[in-house]
């Protein structure tokens, strides 16, 4: 769990710095497992998060807004009851282990001092917050109850004692020495475990409180697998918990998605990635479940546009297999032309109330004969006519036709390319796909339209460089398509694109680079197309002047000419490497 002791540790040190002395304003329960305290400070004013959520348990300040029921639950309200208005005298930490106490003091009926504690219980799907009378040693409730047959051990009901957690055999780094850390390293076993890890890589977290195995990963990173520095990383560790000289921190990968956050510097163990520094491990932790819920919603989003694109791609399949259906026989009408002919040939031989007639083909070399089928209601003549009306009719349905037909295969390349863009898209290239939907008429808001807003700036194509320090751009959804091969690119910039395969634009914002460039470019143009998981991926490659977008056409459809065309196999540790240069 990332957010372990020490993350704990660097947070109740600077709400103690905080909030410490604040009044309590107003107690919120948003979710049925987390709460918003409000607290005013030196007349400022802070909001303190709690949360027992299984996922991600935590506590810290937040300016985020929430939305509150209409009638707060009962935890809420017996919250509210005893501590607004109260003041928050103190916030300590158990040991390094994930349990917080926040003292509050306020007065009775009658006027007499009283202190609560609310007790902060940060332990996966066990977490939860208590409301504890200290005096009495009692729970007054909790967030989650936890009954006997739940935890025969550990009961958390209202009316019950309270007691901590039962401590786990690791020791408190604080109080520990430098020869009672080399003894346990003299003592670890170093044989890999089932995943083939050392047992050394998990020395930090098998024998001390409130170290998670992310910490302890980048401490053994640190040692470059040198058993003898352990000892040292080890009280730097501790010194930098006991001075707080943390250096909080998010990784996150070349897309921005947040991967990970620490209150401690992860960059050994992270090389590869992009890393965020904070001033403070509230601003960090908050920050980093901020973006989680942003993506979660992203992914929700990116589900139900895949879901709905799916939907519209196999509606075009099917109406384009209709289309050439009825473009076949509209190929056929020559024999509506035919049969219309053979009857006025022959209009002598046939009387009204006739249901067929058999005559002679003369366009036929063989001359056979041919049946041809009549409407009993009708004279021969009116029969003749109708069928030189069929044949006008299918006639002049054939370029309608091929242009609907036309028409659907485009709408149907777009949403493939839509679908393409959705498989690599970050939270604001999924929104930029839903508007771009919504202009094209594809998706509706739900309930009433809404007010036009300012219209937001549109989000930029990604910039990177290759390796020999030429700009690579590439667009990643049709609107940045437009805007990069359009506006931006030079007209003697060089412009790729995956070979009929639905994919990204990718220009080289240069007139002059090497093979090397155009090689990574062509990367980066197979890796955001429809096929980066295949081989040999046909790219072509163009100047921009020589790439056109036709007038109504698509968003993200150009044609071009000029090109040519090679084969390419994507290298993802390389277009890695290339877009965390950006």
């Known amino acids: 769990m990332a957010f372990d002791g020490i993350v704990i540790h660097a947070i109740v040190n600077e709400l103690s710095k905080t909030i410490v002395g604040g009044r309590i304003d107003k107690i919120y329960q948003p979710l049925s497992k987390e709460l918003i305290i409000r607290i005013r400070t030196r007349g400022e004013n802070h909001q303190l998060f709690l949360s027992a959520d299984p996922t991600n348990p935590r506590i810290h300040l937040t300016n985020k807004k929430f939305t509150n029921p209409d009638i707060p639950p009962m935890f809420c309200m017996l919250l509210r009851k005893h501590l607004e208005n109260s003041r928050i005298k103190s916030i300590s930490q158990w040991k390094l282990e994930r349990i917080i106490r926040i003292e509050f003091e306020t007065t009775n009926e009658i006027g007499d001092p009283v202190i609560y504690w609310l007790v902060v219980e940060i332990m996966g799907r066990h977490s939860n917050i208590i409301f504890v009378d200290p005096q009495k040693k009692i729970i007054l409730d909790c967030i989650h109850h936890v009954n006997h047959q739940i935890n025969s051990f550990r009961e958390l009901l209202p009316g019950k004692e309270y007691n901590t957690p039962p401590l786990q055999s690791k020791l408190n780094l604080l109080e520990v020495d430098i020869d009672t850390i080399q003894h346990l390293v003299n003592e670890h076993e170093i044989e890999p475990d089932k995943n083939n890890t050392t047992n050394l890589e998990r020395f930090f977290v098998t024998n001390f409180q409130g170290i998670s195995p992310l910490v302890s990963s980048e401490l053994w990173s640190r040692a470059n697998n040198d058993v003898s520095k ?36 992860l960059h050994t163990s992270n090389k590869n990635d992009n890393i965020e520094y904070y001033q403070t491990t509230n601003h960090c932790v908050d920050e980093y479940y901020s973006q989680k819920a942003q993506q979660l919603f992203a992914q929700r989003d990116t589900h139900d546009l895949s879901t709905k694109i799916t939907s519209l791609y196999k509606r075009a399949a099917n109406k384009i297999e209709k289309l050439k259906n009825t473009l076949a026989s509209a190929n056929e009408a020559a024999q509506f032309k035919l049969m219309g002919e053979l009857l006025t040939a022959n209009l002598y031989q046939i009387s009204k109330g006739q249901k067929q007639v058999e005559v002679t083909n003369y366009y036929d070399p063989e001359q056979r004969l041919i049946k041809i089928p009549l409407d009993a209601r009708l004279t021969p003549n009116q029969n003749a006519q109708s069928y030189f009306k069929k044949y006008n009719k299918q006639k002049n349905s054939i370029p309608k036709i091929n242009e609907q037909l036309e028409l659907a295969n485009e709408e149907m390349l777009y949403f493939e390319t839509i679908l393409q863009q959705l498989e690599t898209a970050d939270i604001q290239v999924v929104a930029d796909i839903r508007q771009e939907l919504i202009d094209e008429g594809y998706i509706f808001y ?71 460039t155009l090689l990574e470019a062509a990367n980066i143009a197979a890796y955001f197309s429809k096929a980066r998981e295949s081989s040999n991926i046909p790219v072509d490659y163009t100047l921009i002047k020589n790439v056109r977008k036709p007038n109504g056409s698509k968003p993200g459809f150009v044609i071009y000419d000029q090109q040519k065309t090679f084969y390419i196999t994507p290298d993802h540790k390389l277009i890695q490497t290339l877009l965390n240069n950006n």
């Open 230 to 265: 352990l000892v040292d990383i080890g009280i730097s560790l501790k010194l930098t918990i006991i001075n707080h000289s943390y250096k909080p921190c998010i990784v996150s990968n070349h897309r921005g998605v947040y991967l990970k956050y620490s209150a401690i510097d």
């Open 446 to 516: 739900k309930g009433k339209p809404q007010k036009k807003k300012n219209n937001k700036p549109a989000s930029k194509p990604l910039k990177c460089t290759s390796t020999t320090g030429v700009e690579i751009w590439v667009g990643r959804n049709n609107k940045q398509n437009d805007l990069l091969t359009t506006q931006i690119a030079g007209k003697n910039d060089t412009w790729l694109h995956t070979k009929d395969i639905p994919g990204s634009h990718v220009v080289i914002r240069s007139q002059q680079f090497d093979e090397q």
